[in-house]
């Protein structure tokens, strides 16, 4: 059984058959998370890309409880540098895990870690994943702009959950992410990466009404809550 749980964001943990997935751990700096960094269990923790409201707590999380970052090779040779256990991957590139297999999809965003003084350290390309079990599939967009490979994605995946970023600005905003349903075909669309600040402060009801007009079921979850794949 996958069960996603959304902790406001692009965070969530994605449990498949007991293994613990973090994606994105932004819930220290997060003015939406609630669950603190210290109870988070994870055995694996996928980051999409360096910028701190995805990197967020992911290296004090596997400090503390050993997971595995598995990211960009640059953005996972950083975190390695800083300690962590690390499994470095690239775009296109699958691999099988005891628990699924892992592929990086494209993104179109920046991947800049901002140190202190404003100089941004470049940490690669940043990545969307797909996760896939036997029988199952998950597509995690990351932070993107639509593109017309989510067609490609879409064709050559039977996506059961799409987890799309809708808070404009940054990312594709609702019309934009409502067409990216039409090309993933997802049986559930849940958003994300709205309402953190209010320069992303898009509603997710206008992006779960556009889906029903072209025939996708959405999901908006409030922060803790939980979509299982059944
Ligand atoms: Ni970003
Ligand atoms: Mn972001």
């Given amino acids: 059984m996958i069960t996603a749980t959304w902790h406001g964001h692009s965070c969530y943990t994605i449990d498949i058959d007991g293994t613990k997935i973090v994606v994105d751990p932004f819930l220290t700096g997060s003015p939406v998370a609630r669950m603190k960094a210290d109870e988070v269990e994870a055995d694996f923790i996928l980051l999409s890309h360096g910028?701190?409201?995805?990197?967020?707590?992911?290296?004090?999380?596997?400090?503390?409880?050993?997971?595995?970052?598995?990211?960009?090779?640059?953005?996972?040779?950083?975190?390695?540098?800083?300690?962590?256990?690390?499994?470095?991957?690239?775009i296109g590139g699958g691999f099988n895990f005891p628990w699924g297999r892992l592929q990086?999809?494209?993104?179109?965003?920046?991947?800049?870690?901002i140190e202190d003084g404003g100089r941004p350290l470049y940490l690669g390309s940043p990545c969307g994943f797909l996760i896939k079990t036997e029988t199952k599939c998950i597509y995690f967009a990351g932070d993107t702009g639509l593109f017309l490979d989510m067609k490609l994605i879409g064709d050559r995946n039977r996506i059961d959950l799409a987890l799309l970023p809708i808070g404009d600005n940054?990312?594709?905003?609702?019309?934009?992410?409502?067409?990216?349903?039409?090309?993933?075909?997802?049986?559930v669309a849940i958003p994300m990466h709205y309402g953190t600040w209010e320069v992303i402060d898009t509603d997710p009801e206008e992006f779960a009404a556009?889906?029903?007009k072209v025939g996708i079921k959405s999901v908006v979850l409030q922060v803790g809550e939980s979509y299982t794949i059944e």
């Fill in 51 to 90: 910028h701190s409201d995805h990197l967020g707590d992911a290296l004090a999380i596997a400090a503390r409880t050993g997971a595995t970052i598995v990211a960009p090779n640059e953005l996972a040779v950083y975190c390695g540098e800083q300690g962590a256990a690390v499994h470095p991957m690239h």
């Fill in 104 to 113: 990086l999809t494209i993104a179109h965003h920046g991947s800049a870690l």
């Fill in 170 to 187: 940054f990312t594709m905003g609702v019309e934009d992410a409502v067409t990216a349903t039409e090309y993933l075909k997802p049986k």
């Fill in 210 to 212: 556009g889906t029903e």
